[in-house]
């Protein structure tokens, strides 16, 4: 299994980017991907995830609004726009997958499993 992420950078802020996780080697019929951040000093934060099998999603409060979780099913990939980019979403974005059929997304994205390597999002102000 691996999931692959791209699309970081550095943008100003209002600024938009699109990441990408590609994901491979899973069941993507009972799969959950989640998008997580961690800021230099601060605790990895659940931004937002999604279902395969529903579609349902969740985002975190300071995200709604702003940044729209999806799936390309036909590349097995999840997307997460980010559209009026702050300062504080500064941090290394990562994805994650949970396979297990019986997950059901809920706040803070809990209980994944296998993780891609990271991409840096900066916004400077």
């Known amino acids: 299994v691996q999931l692959v992420e791209s699309g970081g950078g550095l943008v100003q802020a209002g600024g938009s980017l699109r990441l990408s996780c590609a994901a491979s080697?899973?069941?993507?019929?009972?799969?959950?991907i989640g998008w997580f951040r961690q800021a230099p000093g601060k605790e990895r934060e659940g931004v937002s995830c999604?279902?395969?099998?529903?579609?349902?999603?969740y985002y975190v409060d300071s995200v709604k609004g702003r940044f729209t979780i999806s799936i390309d099913n036909a590349k097995n990939t999840v997307y997460l726009q980010m559209n009026s980019l702050k300062p504080e979403d500064t941090a290394v974005y990562y994805c994650?997958?949970?396979?297990?059929?019986?997950?059901?997304?809920?706040?803070?994205?809990?209980?994944?499993?296998?993780w891609g390597q990271g991409t840096q999002v900066t916004v400077s102000s």
């Open positions: 994650a997958a949970n396979e297990s059929p019986y997950y059901v997304i809920r706040p803070g994205c809990p209980d994944y499993d296998y």
């Open positions: 080697g899973f069941t993507f019929d009972e799969l959950a």
């Open positions: 999604i279902g395969f099998s529903d579609g349902s999603t």
